[in-house]
C-alpha cells in the first residue's frame, strides 16, 4: 500500500480507543505491512511520529523516529521504533510544557504540558516485551502519539486556548522558532 491518507480532526475514527494488537498478529504479514505504511506515511509527510488511528487502522501501534525534521528544526534527532501495545506511566511528577503539532491538525500548533520522563512498555513486531525510559522531547513525541491510540489530539491537551495557532503566524510573530 505505501503512503496512506492522514485522517484530519474532525473525522470521528481519530476519536476512538484503539483496539490491543491480537497475538496471533505478531510476526505476521499483516503487522508488517501496516508497519511499513505508518513509515512510509510518516516520512512522506515529515512526521516525528505516526499512529496507526491516524491512517484509518484502529490498532495499538505506532512509530516514532526522525533524523533532522524541517517541521521540528530545533528538536534532537529521534531513533526509530516500531511501539504496539505501548503502555506508559509517568517517573515523577514533573511536566514540561512545549509547542506540538499533528498530521492530523494542518499547519497548527499548540502548547501542551507532558511528562517530562517516562517509563515505556511495548511489544516489538515479533511480540517481545521491552521496556526503556525516556525524557524530554522523545517522552514528548510518545506521549503525543500514546494519545491517539485513545482518541485523544493535542488541541485537547492546550495549555491555554491562547497558547494555539496557525504555525506561520506563530512563527511570524516569534512565539515559536
Ligand atoms: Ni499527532
Not at 69 to 96: D, M, Q
Not at 100 to 106: A, F, N, R, T, Y
Not at 140 to 168: C, I, K, M, W, Y
Request: hydrophobic share 40%; with cysteine; proline share 8%.
Amino acid at each position: 500500500m505505501g503512503i496512506r491518507n492522514v485522517l484530519r480532526i474532525g473525522h470521528p475514527a481519530l476519536r476512538r480507543r484503539a483496539e490491543e494488537v491480537p497475538d496471533d498478529w505478531f510476526g505476521s504479514q499483516r503487522l508488517q505491512e501496516l508497519i511499513y505504511d505508518l513509515f512510509d506515511t510518516k516520512l512522506a509527510c515529515s512526521g516525528a511520529g505516526l499512529a496507526a488511528p491516524q491512517i484509518d487502522e484502529p490498532w495499538r501501534v505506532l512509530v516514532v523516529g526522525m533524523d533532522h525534521n524541517p517541521r521540528y528544526p530545533e528538536a534532537p534527532p529521534l531513533p526509530e521504533l516500531v511501539l504496539i501495545n505501548p503502555v506508559l506511566k509517568s517517573i515523577g511528577k514533573e511536566l514540561i510544557s512545549g509547542w506540538e503539532g499533528c498530521l492530523s491538525v494542518p499547519g497548527l500548533r499548540g502548547e501542551v504540558q507532558r511528562w517530562q520522563r517516562i517509563q515505556l512498555k511495548w511489544q516489538d513486531r515479533e511480540g517481545a516485551y521491552h521496556t526503556e525510559e525516556l525524557q524530554d522531547f522523545h517522552a514528548r513525541v510518545v506521549q503525543h502519539e500514546n494519545d491517539h491510540l485513545d482518541g485523544v489530539l493535542f488541541p485537547d491537551r492546550l495549555t491555554s486556548p491562547l497558547a494555539f495557532g496557525f504555525t506561520d503566524e506563530l512563527q511570524a510573530h516569534g512565539r515559536i522558532p
